[in-house]
């Protein structure tokens, strides 16, 4: 079962309409690739129909994904606890480097954020889930595990 944001859901429904809209432009780049004749040596038609098949791909994944997500309740949530969608100030307690973590559902891919994404499966977001204010968290990464002090939830 997977958690999202209600942002985050709506996020992915404007994605997967703005898919399904792409549907009669492939369909016209096909039919004009097909217009030009030998099918056996036209690259645009293979590149047209290469496009429609990871566009009918993403569709299906979103609509799929769509069905099966629960948004989250913030107003069910202890406000001492982070949970999904939550901004967290952590404390790098190797380094006393402090920084600001928004556990999300999925990435947005926006790197000039104020605070950097998490997604709830990676280590980081595993260890942060319904911890509190003021407690230490270990997250085992590739190089090493890692101790932070959640700070503050803003």
């Given at each position: 079962m997977e958690f999202v944001t209600?942002?985050?859901k709506i996020q992915l429904e404007e994605k997967l309409k703005d898919l399904i809209e792409k549907r009669p432009i492939?369909?016209?780049?096909?039919?004009?690739?097909?217009?030009?004749?030998?099918?056996?040596?036209n690259a645009d038609y293979h590149a047209a129909r290469d496009d429609q098949g990871l566009n009918e791909a993403e569709i299906r994944r979103l609509e799929e994904r769509i069905a099966s997500v629960n948004v989250a309740n913030a107003d069910?949530?202890?406000?001492?606890?982070?949970?999904?969608?939550?901004?967290?100030?952590?404390?790098?307690?190797?380094?006393?480097d402090e920084d600001l973590y928004k556990l999300v559902g999925e990435s947005s891919g926006n790197f000039d954020a104020e605070e950097i994404e998490v997604t709830v499966s990676?280590?980081?977001?595993?260890?942060?889930?319904?911890?509190?204010a003021g407690e230490e968290i270990k997250v085992d990464l590739p190089r090493g595990t890692k101790r932070f002090k959640i700070i503050e939830i803003l």
């Open positions: 209600a942002e985050e492939i369909t016209l780049r096909i039919a004009e690739a097909r217009a030009l004749g030998d099918l056996k040596e069910e949530i202890p406000d001492d606890m982070v949970f999904l969608g939550s901004i967290v100030k952590l404390c790098d307690l190797d380094d006393d990676s280590p980081m977001g595993q260890a942060l889930m319904k911890a509190r």
